[in-house]
């Protein structure tokens, strides 16, 4: 009979690993729930309002790579006026 109390000891192990089970489930339950509300965001796709989002941000971002070409081109523009006025200035260069 000297099992008898390893027995209740294994017996009150498995009642106590089965309540951290059950517990686990219901933790994994609520993950998922959580992950699938995710997924489906007022009824679209989480991957499509991603998308959404991110051809927004590049349609903004290419008229503001726009807007700094032209400040670009405008840069360039003065700095060779400039350049014509020095040399002007030093007579390199005919009226």
Not at 23 to 46: D, H, N, P, Q
Request: glycine residues 2%.
């Amino acid at each position: 009979m000297k099992w008898l109390p390893m027995c209740q000891e294994l017996c009150e192990a498995a009642k106590s690993s089965d309540w951290l089970r059950e517990e686990m489930i219901v933790a994994y339950e609520k993950m998922m729930y959580f992950v699938e509300e995710l997924e489906s965001v007022v009824g679209v796709i989480a991957p499509a309002k991603a998308a959404k989002f991110l051809n927004e941000t590049q349609v903004k971002d290419d008229a503001k790579l726009g807007h700094l070409h032209d400040l670009e081109r405008q840069t360039k523009l003065r700095a060779i006026e400039k350049e014509l006025f020095i040399q002007k200035l030093l007579r390199n260069v005919p009226f």
